[in-house]
C-alpha cells in the first residue's frame, strides 16, 4: 500500500490567526498563513501564504513564497520562488530563483548549488 501524498497535499498547515515560535522540522509539504519566529528546516516543500508573518532563518528543500512578509535568511537545495505580494528581506541562497514581477526584496542573492 502506498502511503505518499499527492504532490499537493499538506502534510500541516499554521493558519491565519495562529502563532508559533521555536524550531521547526518536517517532512512533506507544509504551509504556513500565521506568525512564525524561529528556525524552519525540512529538506522537502515549505509553501508561505498570503497574511504570513515569518520571522526565520529558512533551510529547506523548495521555498514558495505565495506573500506575507518574511525577515531572514532563505537557503533552499532546489529552488526559492516569490510571488507577488511578497515582501522578502535576507538573503536568498538557492540553485534556481524566480522572482515574480513587483515582488519587494530587499538583500542578496546567490544563484548556485548549496
Not at 27 to 46: H, P, Q, W, Y
Not at 69 to 90: C, D, K
Not at 101 to 108: H, Y
Amino acid at each position: 500500500m502506498d502511503l505518499a501524498l499527492p504532490a499537493n497535499e499538506l502534510t500541516a498547515l499554521l493558519g491565519r490567526g495562529t502563532r508559533f515560535e521555536g524550531k521547526l522540522t518536517f517532512e512533506g509539504r507544509v504551509r504556513i498563513d500565521g506568525a512564525f519566529k524561529g528556525e524552519i528546516s525540512s529538506e522537502e516543500i515549505l509553501v508561505i501564504g498570503e497574511g504570513a508573518e515569518i520571522e526565520a532563518e529558512i533551510q529547506a528543500g523548495t521555498v514558495i513564497v505565495r506573500g506575507g512578509v518574511v525577515t531572514g535568511n532563505i537557503r533552499a537545495s532546489h529552488g526559492i520562488e516569490l510571488y507577488v505580494p511578497a515582501r522578502v528581506t535576507g538573503n536568498l541562497h538557492a540553485p534556481e530563483v524566480f522572482l515574480d514581477k513587483g515582488v519587494q526584496f530587499t538583500g542578496e542573492c546567490k544563484i548556485a548549488p548549496l
